[in-house]
């Protein structure tokens, strides 16, 4: 049983700083890509980055690049998002996801087999 457990979102001024954390247990997921997919209130949820677990390749949204940094620690299993430069358009719910068995980061939601309960990230102005 994959679980997901994602902390790490609060409130932060505009231009600030936060990192979440995804806490990965119940497999070995060297054959996994992770992302952290977000939704704001009435819009869809979204694609913000990804990597895969074995090679550590990232991907992002063109919405965070050069902002947000992905990155796995094998021996906690755990994926962090770390967010800089915060913008009042961050705000949203953060949710981490999981696939199995997979070379390639989907940019989907339906794409990935486990989720995380998300965490709130709140950017004021």
């Known amino acids: 049983q994959v679980q997901l457990v994602e902390s790490g979102g609060g409130l932060v001024q505009a231009g600030g700083s936060l990192r979440l954390s995804c806490a990965a247990s119940?497999?070995?997921?060297?054959?996994?890509?992770m992302a952290w997919f977000r939704q704001a209130p009435g819009k869809e949820r979204e694609f913000v980055s990804g990597i895969l677990w074995n090679s550590g390749i990232t991907r992002y949204s063109d919405s965070v690049k050069g902002r947000f940094t992905i990155s796995r620690d094998n021996a906690k299993n755990t994926v962090y998002l770390q967010m800089n430069s915060l913008k009042p358009e961050d705000t949203a719910d953060y949710y981490c996801?999981?696939?199995?068995?997979?070379?390639?980061?989907?940019?989907?939601?339906?794409?990935?087999?486990?989720w995380g309960q998300g965490t709130q990230v709140t950017v004021s102005s």
């Open positions: 119940g497999r070995a997921f060297s054959t996994y890509a």
């Open positions: 996801a999981a696939k199995e068995r997979t070379g390639i980061i989907p940019l989907v939601p339906r794409s990935f087999d486990y």
